[in-house]
């Protein structure tokens, strides 16, 4: 179980119970056997969802890709295609690299872009753009790839894109938000890969990160249509008043856009998409519907609510004691012992009181908060990737006793939350996840625990 037995301290036996189902839901979405799943191969065939390649129809077989869960990505394609592989990059986050034969990988930081992401996204476009028609590319997507695969559209520099990061990152957009105006300000998202890569055959794997699986979303679409437009990114500067926070290169390509001065990102109609295939080969319903069954081998009514949660991580938090309270009272919407299980990916709106911590802790710690004195209750909220924010924690447990044992410390929960500043109090609780990168990402997964109390 990679995680730190620390987390065990306040209450051994339930947490033990606890975080085997939480590894339960890391373990299935596992991207290195997610992706050989997806690819079938017997002999020179390989069949990739309801379509089947010829391999000897290729003269080669380029691998491209991003995101937090490249690496592992990368290794099962060779493991499937082998020698077939003929090169290929992909781009992960810092400390999230594998050794691989064929596909190189590089490391390159997130959640804010970095010139090691610009270099990588340069020699991905260019790699691409050698494609022939008679060529395959495998193209590996998952979280963080917005990020890490950074190619400034002209006018555009990294720190053009840095700035644009940090004010979407402080607003609280969604991720659905923040990928539109990325992919407007960028040669390499929003399908522009796929541009490069067509007419060559192109399948795009991906491990998805964000609520429902829209895939021009995940990691900004860089190989699929792009449902979003010029007049959608513009409409986000105003819903967050982002006009006197970005930088003047970037609000003039969007007038631009709008005047019809810049081409649009490619959409469905695009013939570049002729010959493109896109499979997600896991998620987060995969993942919690794994947590689900193993809460139940373990004895919990267990009962998977929904994988569409978003909106302020606070509010989530309340909303989440607030069910725990439901089962204890009535039994619904099962009774305990009970696992209430939701998915999905909150937001902090960190205004001027940045402190240390990320959705997840503040999440559990406004829990902890509506939770004071309650007995047999556990809050779980993790990050499935293992970095909840700029931090080095998965997330947080928090349950009745979370805010007496601070305030034996002289902490304050409430000051705490109020500055966004989670991670020093949970970690003084013992309530931080800590898993290290777990080389995969789809979306946060949280849980309900409630047990059932002796009878008198």
């Known amino acids: 179980m990679p995680f730190d037995p620390a987390v065990l301290q306040p209450n051994p036996a339930a947490r033990r119970s606890i975080l085997t189902v939480c590894q339960a839901a890391l373990t299935a979405v596992d991207p290195l056997a997610a992706v050989q799943n997806a690819l079938q191969r017997e002999g020179d065939i390989l069949t990739v969802g309801s379509r089947r390649y010829d391999l000897n129809q290729y003269s080669r077989v380029l691998v491209v890709g991003a995101g937090k869960a490249g690496a592992p990505m990368a290794q099962a394609v060779e493991a499937v295609l082998g020698e077939r592989v003929s090169h290929g990059l992909v781009v992960v986050k810092t400390d999230h690299g594998g050794p691989t034969d064929r596909v190189r990988i590089v490391e390159a930081s997130h959640p804010t872009p970095s010139e090691a992401g610009v270099e990588a996204g340069r020699e991905i476009l260019a790699l691409a753009g050698e494609a022939k028609e008679d060529d395959l590319v495998i193209a590996l997507i998952s979280g963080g790839g917005s990020a890490l695969l950074v190619a400034p559209a002209e006018g555009l520099t990294l720190a053009d894109l840095q700035d ?91 007038q631009a856009g709008l005047r019809g001065d810049i081409p649009d990102t490619p959409d469905d109609n695009d013939p570049i998409f002729a010959t493109s295939q896109t499979v997600v080969v896991a998620d987060n319903y995969l993942a ?94 993790l990050a499935t990737d293992g970095t909840d924010g700029p931090t080095d924690s998965a997330g947080a447990m928090a349950d009745g006793g979370t805010v007496a044992r601070g305030a034996a410390l002289g902490l304050s929960a409430g000051d705490h939350l109020r500055q966004h500043n989670a991670y020093p109090y949970l970690a003084a609780t013992h309530d931080l996840l800590q898993t290290g990168p777990t080389q995969t990402n789809v979306n946060d997964l949280l849980f309900v625990f409630v047990e059932k109390q002796a009878e008198l």
């Open 288 to 381: 919690a519907q794994a947590a689900q069954r193993q809460a139940q081998a373990l004895g919990y009514n267990s009962l998977l609510l929904t994988t569409f949660l978003d909106g302020d991580a606070a509010s989530a938090g309340r909303l989440l004691a607030a069910l725990a309270k439901e089962v204890q009272t009535s039994g619904n919407p099962a009774p305990a012992p009970a696992c209430l299980l939701l998915g999905g990916e909150t937001t902090v709106q960190l205004g001027d009181r940045p402190g240390k911590g990320g959705r997840n802790q503040e999440l559990a710690l406004s829990a902890a908060l509506a939770l004071q004195g309650a007995e047999g209750v556990t809050v779980v909220s």
């Open 164 to 254: 644009l990061t940090g004010a979407l990152l402080a607003c609280g957009a969604t991720i659905n938000e923040m990928n539109c105006l990325r992919k407007h300000c960028s040669a390499v998202k929003g399908g522009q890969l796929a541009r490069a890569v067509a007419p060559a055959a192109l399948v795009t794997l991906v491990l998805s990160d964000v609520i429902g699986s829209p895939l021009d979303v995940i990691a900004s679409g860089p190989t699929v249509a792009d449902s979003s437009t010029w007049a959608d990114a513009w409409a986000l500067v105003e819903r967050y008043n982002l006009a006197g926070k970005l930088p003047r290169a970037i609000l003039e390509r969007l």
